[in-house]
T-cell receptor
Framework: DAGVIQSPRHEVTEMGQEVTLRCKPISGHNSLFWYRQTMMRGLELLIYFNNNVPIDDSGMPEDRFSAKMPNASFSTLKIQPSEPRDSAVYFC?????????FGPGTRLTVT | GENVEQHPSTLSVQEGDSAVIKCTYSDSASNYFPWYKQELGKGPQLIIDIRSNVGEKKDQRIAVTLNKTAKHFSLHITETQPEDSAVYFCAASMTGSQGNLIFGKGTKLSVKP
């Protein structure tokens, strides 16, 4: 099993640009979670999907953030336009029951 | 909503000593408590979990205890080794939350050889 796959691993972009982060969950898992991790705020849940349906997006910071899950094997998190305060590590995790398994993360730097 | 407090924020021990990290939660409906280990540059890795129908669970050098009455749970690492150095997170969730985990702020454990 390849585990949760995220791409890109690192992204450096300029303020105002669109950023798209990608996630492939573990095959057979039915829930997918997007987290953001910063030193100041720790691990924050942004949004999660169950059976490809968004269940709770209350953690999405602003309308600049959007997430989609068009099928069971792919999800995207988009930031448009990006701002320097969006710099963080973004993790995707998937689960079948209670146990969540995390991907390696995408380190985003917005200059 | 649920709130998880974790202590200490940093912990330094000598190799071979034991390490204990403690967490408290606020919502008595929480019934699942996982622990994650995060090494530098990597995603959090699930190392052990406990459900509310169990008071203690052990896996080799790692154990977790749960006190439902006091609403706190702890991670115990015995015979620590330098490779145990990492940031450890506790979390809590409840049935019906579809796996929504509420995380503590993390504990940075340093094991000195």
């Amino acid at each position: 099993d390849a585990g949760v796959i995220q791409s890109p691993r690192h992204e450096v972009t300029e303020m105002g640009q669109e950023v798209t982060l990608r996630c492939k969950p573990i095959s057979g898992h039915n829930s997918l979670f997007w987290y953001r991790q910063t030193m100041m705020r720790g691990l924050e849940l942004l949004i999660y999907f169950n059976n490809n349906v968004p269940i709770d997006d209350s953690g999405m910071p602003e309308d600049r953030f959007s997430a989609k899950m068009p099928n069971a094997s792919f999800s995207t998190l988009k930031i448009q336009p990006s701002e320097p305060r969006d710099s963080a590590v973004y993790f995707c995790a998937s689960s079948l029951e209670r146990e969540q398994y995390f991907g390696p993360g995408t380190r985003l730097t917005v200059t | 909503g649920e709130n998880v407090e974790q202590h200490p924020s940093t912990l330094s021990v000598q190799e071979g000593d034991s390490a204990v990290i403690k967490c408290t939660y606020s919502d008595s409906a929480s019934n699942y408590f996982p622990w994650y280990k995060q090494e530098l540059g990597k995603g959090p890795q699930l190392i052990i979990d406990i459900r509310s129908n169990v008071g203690e669970k052990k896996d080799q050098r790692i154990a977790v205890t749960l006190n439902k009455t006091a609403k706190h749970f702890s991670l115990h690492i015995t015979e620590t080794q330098p490779e145990d150095s990492a940031v450890y997170f506790c979390a809590a969730s409840m049935t019906g939350s579809q796996g929504n985990l509420i995380f503590g702020k993390g504990t940075k454990l340093s094991v000195k050889p």
